[in-house]
């Protein structure tokens, strides 16, 4: 992926070149830094939905314990998933997964870090969806109606453009 | 994926055994039938980030046209990112992407279809997602804002539970 | 991959055409029929790194859990991995774990089903083998000398060949 | 993967939390230094079949060459495999086959070399199992009842743990 | 893979809908029938190369069986390599490698055959340019300068539009 | 891959050990320097055939977008797909593709850049091939007898064997 900052291309977009062509964008002149970002998802599902999810365990049907590892390994997919992110060796990616009952459903959180010479904006929001996916698939069974929302990048830290926070992390109107 | 008739499993989970261990379900003795599955999802932005994409083409930057391939593409990865879905012979993938003044931003409607065992859900909310992750990519040099919402099942058609429609159409809250 | 009475190919090989080169063997002409194959592994480890893989569940390091679940990923990577297997439909993985005190160990049992033209032994086995990995993996930060022993096929059904069963499910010398 | 130096998580297991969520370990302060690893695997199977391979060579059906290749690849896609698995830069990847008439079979050692920040073993352990499975593969229309055996790490060398060697290399029990 | 009788889309394209969008066209009212492929490329090189491929074999680097392989492999890989192809469960793949004086190089044909709703002609093609590919990778030491010539479809049968052969057959000029 | 420069292994080919078994040759002794490698293919079309090319855009079927996209990606997937080549993280790739009338077809041109300890040649190559196959694909439905030709290096640069052009640029004869 690439820093908001290497604003070339069309338009501001540095996914094009002047032309409008689409490139994996040269990050060649970067430098290697570390770089973390912090994506976040959350599923919505019935309140007797969440529940099942509640009891469930190693013994039970632990539907978190699973979306968490398809969302790490989701991370990992990254490039091969979206058509211009560079490829990228991942040093961290965690995925942690909470009950809301206020929402209800799961708030999904994913973490990715690399030293590299671009962020990592595109595996952490890779993991949430992936995990949040899974999610879906694993209690489709018994709520089909479930909607995966407000998955987008709550922080990111290092590159050029340094540390960037969501604006406003009030939950969606 | 599974049908959600199945309702073998740990508290109706079809993705879980009796001792609550995840399994690849078992779709032996199910149909082979025709099945369809559309999904939905909204790519929220500022007005002026979906300005540009309205600007863009293939001579320009085709945001749109990226995001679609790239979810047709995804649709054909489900299987290797979710742990438990089956592998399925996909007969036709579609990906719609519309821009959305009111949103502002755009709409993503995946449709798959297969002649299988099992149903196509996970594919097309798949596609949609991974087409919402490609839009994100292209567009966060200029606004690393955006947010993915309402990724959900929008109907399904085929298989032993047969037409389902999403209860609500209505946007979200 | 390929039943084994194709015996075409060089030497009762099927994956040889008469010539010596390699071939993904001709399958057009054989039924499509419901076949299954069961395949076992064990990881041998020390008893106190046994005792840490009970310990785990969904809350405490649910090793088990992980390693089932990439077992059944495993599995529907079989064709990408052994270089003349047919890609195949699969219908059913299961991936069962037991702790196992006098190996001491974990033994690893992958069932692998489908309606397909060529059986699935490959795939059964390749499901208990990065269950295995994954297990070693997983536990190699406090065991490193584990050893993966016995990784077999058990029974397989279905196919021209017919029913088999391994003809010695005695111990391992 | 991680080194076994990392003892943080639940009882010295370095892929999971405090919580025993599972995680891809964190490893940016680790140097980046040379890493190799060794591993091996045998597969047991019937004398005669052993004397097929032997026979075979370029011209006749050459399943040590096949099984070599397999098992390099296999090393390319450790990390799509194995869940907690850091993707790695892998620097040289060897596989070497050699009958054994005292086993009967063959045995299969694996070496793998990156530098990087974390370690090689589960890339050498990886490809001597999918180049044991691909043995298995080759010759199973032959003999079913091979046995894959001994998956195991003969030697690692770099990291914070520094040279370590398999402490028995005398054979099975 | 889409028959050339599909004549909807843009032009007589059949990857386009009406407005120019690209889809992975619907193949659900085509009948499975039996469908072969034959495609062909050549791996122009320098007399001196060619001889070296000559002498190798198992015994001393075998540069044809690794590239067969890798051809066999890449079959298999056509769906995720192109974008808007069918997965299609191949049931053979040959891939034979001959050497040519007169070109002088290598000549690669592959031929691939499925029971499906649509054709194999990419996965025929996939097949040669892999191989090719990998015939450049294997040789590039030597000969920087070889050239992949004629990669193209020489035969294909079945589905509604019948048995093509290419129509000239004559050497390139 | 590998320099052209390693020249030890049989006959001077990198890929193969002094017995002649295929290796991913041990490139940890070789600098880390930049990597630029450019590749061409071209895609004889009929002139009809090159008109419907020349019409598309992204609202009326944009074959050169999505084939230039079908590259990019596909040369992130190069050391999936030859068996010898090293993973390497890419730091761009272009794919530039134009319209001939004296072809008739379409020259495609790839680039591919790296900081690395080998060099780029086989991800240009793949990503200029992959494209082709695209190309082929979008429009084999109004022409299946389209030829790739002239795959070949164009340029490399970095590495020990340093700056490289073909040595002739004449157009094939």
Known sequence: MTDSTDNGGSGG?????????????????????ERVAIAEARVRMAPETLAVVRRGDARKGDVIGIARLAGIMGAKRTADLIPLCHPLPLQSVTVDIEP??????????????????TGVEMEALTAASVASLTVYDMLKAIDRGMTIEAVRLIEKRGGRSGHWTAPSLIPEP
């Open 13 to 33: 977009l540095t996914h094009f070149d002047a032309t409008g062509a689409a490139v994996m964008v040269d990050v060649s002149a970067k430098d290697v830094t």
């Open 100 to 117: 809301d009952d206020a929402l209800p459903g799961l708030t999904i959180r994913a973490t990715a870090r690399v030293t590299a010479r």
